[in-house]
């Protein structure tokens, strides 16, 4: 059901305004983007819509396909439920000079919760379109995907990078987005023509705000400040003989790797170098798992699968501790590796390719 139909529905007139935007999976460059670093993202086919309507009254009545129904004062404080995002969006609507009284608001998404393919910023930045468009007022995308993150800090308690934001608010179907997160440079590249990234789900999610990623991204910055370094992002692998904590070490290690890494796909995807691609993408995921410690025993055998019927790369996408992996196989392969990964992984599921190809078709 689109957001337009469940807004008429529910409160029996049409909405005011309506918007979308898409999740998106990280094909590599995973936690380097709180520390300033590169991305190397993509948008997926699902997405999440908005209708809005004013209210005359101080309240949001709020209804979610997913998450039911709410109706709160616009000046309560947050309680931890999908509201805290509208919360969020009209206390920087104020700041930028409007006044929003009331809100009704309708939200349908076909983006798996918790899968790490970014349904809180889609749902950030498809609200805050909407409310421009309510409003009539442009915002740049960039400052959309700005106060998108600081919804996430602020009132949702997630201190993220601002990758999620900054790709379902800029990036293009079939191109990747190579991000550097510390000046927000981007460049739009072509994805492969032969090749296809798969999406499975390893049937476990997570929830980010429980703690595990706001540890990591600590972990960073006492790494940073032992370097005496504003952020990883300025370090080398040769830095790491500096720090004497291990286990800040590794999550160092990391961090420095990936972003080279990503440097090198970005090259790669240039060159259409799928194998030397999918290289990097298997370094990736052995970081993850090993020196950063976000992956699950789900997604490690969605991995060693895929790998084994002759995947070029596979590695987790998202923030880790359950949610996707993402695989790069030949289109001739691609149907053949996702039955063996269905079949031999009991919970988990397709969630959408990625392919030239299968776009242009």
Same mark, same amino acid.
């Given at each position: 059901?689109?957001?337009?139909?469940?807004?008429?529905?529910?409160?029996?007139?049409?909405?005011?305004?309506?918007?979308?935007?898409?999740?998106?999976?990280?094909?590599?460059?995973?936690? !380097? @983007?709180?520390?300033?670093?590169?991305?190397?993202?993509?948008?997926?086919?699902?997405?999440?819509?908005?209708?809005?309507?004013?209210?005359?009254?101080?309240?949001?009545?709020?209804?979610?396909?997913?998450?039911?129904?709410?109706?709160?004062?616009?000046?309560?404080?947050?309680?931890?439920?999908?509201?805290?995002?509208?919360?969020?969006?009209?206390?920087?609507?104020?700041?930028?000079?409007?006044?929003?009284?009331?809100?009704?608001?309708?939200?349908?998404? +076909?983006?798996?919760?918790?899968?790490?393919?970014?349904?809180?910023?889609?749902?950030?930045?498809?609200?805050?379109?909407?409310?421009?468009?309510?409003?009539?007022?442009?915002?740049?995308?960039?400052?959309?995907?700005?106060?998108?993150?600081?919804?996430?800090?602020?009132?949702?308690?997630?201190?993220?990078?601002?990758?999620?934001?900054? !790709?379902? +608010?800029?990036?293009?179907?079939?191109?990747?987005?190579?991000?550097?997160?510390?000046?927000?440079?981007?460049?739009?590249?072509?994805?492969? !023509?032969?090749?296809?990234?798969?999406?499975?789900?390893?049937?476990?999610?997570?929830?980010?705000?429980?703690?595990?990623?706001?540890?990591?991204?600590?972990?960073?910055?006492?790494?940073?400040?032992?370097?005496?370094?504003?952020?990883?992002?300025?370090?080398?692998?040769?830095?790491?003989?500096?720090?004497?904590?291990?286990?800040?070490?590794?999550?160092?290690?990391?961090?420095?790797?990936?972003?080279?890494?990503?440097?090198?796909?970005?090259?790669?995807?240039?060159?259409?170098?799928?194998?030397?691609?999918?290289?990097?993408?298997?370094?990736?995921?052995?970081?993850?798992?090993? @020196?950063?410690?976000?992956?699950?025993?789900?997604?490690?055998?969605?991995?060693?699968?895929?790998?084994?019927?002759?995947?070029?790369?596979?590695?987790?996408?998202?923030?880790?501790?359950?949610?996707?992996?993402?695989?790069?196989?030949?289109?001739?392969?691609?149907?053949?590796? !996702?039955?063996?990964?269905?079949?031999?992984?009991?919970?988990?599921?397709?969630?959408?390719?990625?392919?030239?190809?299968?776009?242009?078709?």
């Amino acid at each position: 059901m689109s957001s337009q139909s469940l807004f008429k529905r529910h409160f029996q007139y049409p909405p005011i305004s309506s918007s979308e935007a898409h999740g998106r999976v990280n094909l590599i460059g995973e936690h !380097t @983007d709180y520390n300033n670093g590169f991305v190397l993202p993509t948008l997926i086919e699902q997405k999440i819509q908005v209708s809005l309507g004013p209210r005359s009254d101080t309240q949001i009545v709020g209804i979610s396909e997913e998450f039911g129904e709410k109706t709160i004062l616009s000046d309560s404080k947050t309680d931890g439920t999908w509201i805290d995002f509208v919360r969020g969006a009209l206390h920087y609507m104020t700041e930028e000079g409007q006044t929003i009284s009331g809100l009704d608001i309708s939200v349908t998404s +076909s983006i798996p919760t918790g899968s790490g393919l970014s349904s809180s910023a889609a749902f950030e930045i498809a609200l805050l379109r909407a409310l421009c468009q309510m409003l009539e007022i442009e915002l740049s995308s960039i400052k959309i995907a700005q106060i998108g993150q600081l919804i996430e800090h602020n009132f949702i308690g997630t201190y993220c990078g601002i990758m999620d934001q900054m !790709t379902s +608010s800029k990036a293009e179907f079939g191109q990747a987005l190579y991000l550097d997160c510390e000046n927000l440079n981007t460049e739009i590249i072509p994805i492969f !023509t032969d090749y296809t990234f798969i999406i499975i789900h390893s049937g476990s999610t997570r929830k980010l705000s429980e703690g595990l990623y706001n540890e990591r991204k600590r972990e960073t910055e006492i790494a940073a400040k032992d370097l005496n370094i504003t952020s990883l992002r300025h370090a080398e692998i040769t830095d790491l003989k500096l720090i004497k904590d291990p286990k800040i070490l590794k999550r160092a290690r990391h961090v420095i790797s990936e972003n080279n890494r990503v440097q090198k796909a970005v090259q790669y995807l240039k060159q259409n170098s799928a194998e030397a691609f999918g290289n990097l993408m298997n370094e990736s995921h052995f970081s993850m798992d090993k @020196d950063y410690e976000i992956s699950s025993s789900e997604l490690n055998h969605i991995v060693k699968i895929a790998q084994s019927y002759g995947a070029l790369g596979a590695r987790l996408t998202g923030a880790g501790f359950g949610g996707c992996a993402v695989v790069l196989t030949s289109n001739n392969q691609r149907n053949d590796i !996702t039955e063996k990964i269905l079949k031999s992984c009991s919970n988990s599921y397709l969630v959408t390719n990625i392919s030239k190809s299968i776009i242009l078709n």
